[in-house]
């Protein structure tokens, strides 16, 4: 089985550094701080801003480049591993399972960052958005990543792949190339973004399913 997981939310609870890092940029460039910041953990930011900010594309794309010096400086290694996720990751590649990264923050920073968590061994290869923001839909990401490997769900093998991912872009990504969803409900989403898909509650359930 070819398993795709997110990153936030998913494997590491990203959010002390995202969230104390945006803060930093709004307040610093007069923007208000908008209440329900876990809303940013998930979707693109540049989009993200625009809509829960309230903020034109110029002001958000400047307010993004500020974010990601934050970021980068002192943000980055703020996060944790989920209970129980090196253990199944172990698990699952001890299986025979390929495993694989598909997250919409930028590739650079989820390779540092599951380096420095020390699971990184454990994907074969880890795909991420670009700074251009180009890249950065969770649809795109998953091109890219079927476009490194040489192969897809489009070569009619949608049965053999699944995504793993804790809010509605991952399901919607995810059904763009037809296939099926896991929804863990251990980050910043919940059941209902996950209507017609799995979802389970801690790594060890996710870890029974293959």
């Not at 091109?143 to 040489?150: K, P, Q, S, T, Y």
């Not at 990504?173 to 059941?191: H, P, R």
Request: aromatic share 10%.
């Amino acid at each position: 089985m070819h398993i795709i997981f997110d990153f936030d939310g998913t494997i590491a609870d990203t959010s002390p550094g995202i969230i104390s890092c945006l803060k930093e940029t709004f307040i610093e460039m007069g923007i208000g701080v908008p209440e329900n910041m876990g809303r940013f953990i998930g979707p693109p930011l540049l989009p993200a801003m625009m809509e829960f900010c309230g903020i034109d594309k110029e002001t958000a794309e400047q307010a993004l480049i500020n974010y990601r010096v934050h970021y980068k400086d002192h943000g980055m290694y703020d996060a944790y591993l989920y209970d129980g996720i090196r253990e199944m990751l172990a698990a699952l590649c001890e299986k025979g399972h390929k495993l694989y990264i598909g997250t919409s923050k930028p590739e650079s920073f989820a390779r540092a960052m599951l380096e420095a968590l020390g699971v990184a061994e454990y994907f074969t290869e880890i795909c991420g958005a670009v700074m251009d923001t180009k890249r950065n839909r969770k649809a795109d990401v998953l091109a890219e990543l079927f476009r490194r490997l040489g192969t897809s769900p489009a070569d009619g093998n949608a049965d053999d792949w699944r995504m793993i991912g804790d809010r509605v872009y991952d399901a919607e990504g995810a059904a763009e190339f037809g296939i099926s969803c896991i929804g863990v409900l251990w980050g910043f989403g919940c059941a209902e973004e996950f209507a017609g898909c799995t979802v389970v509650e801690t790594a060890a359930a996710l870890t029974e399913l293959f």
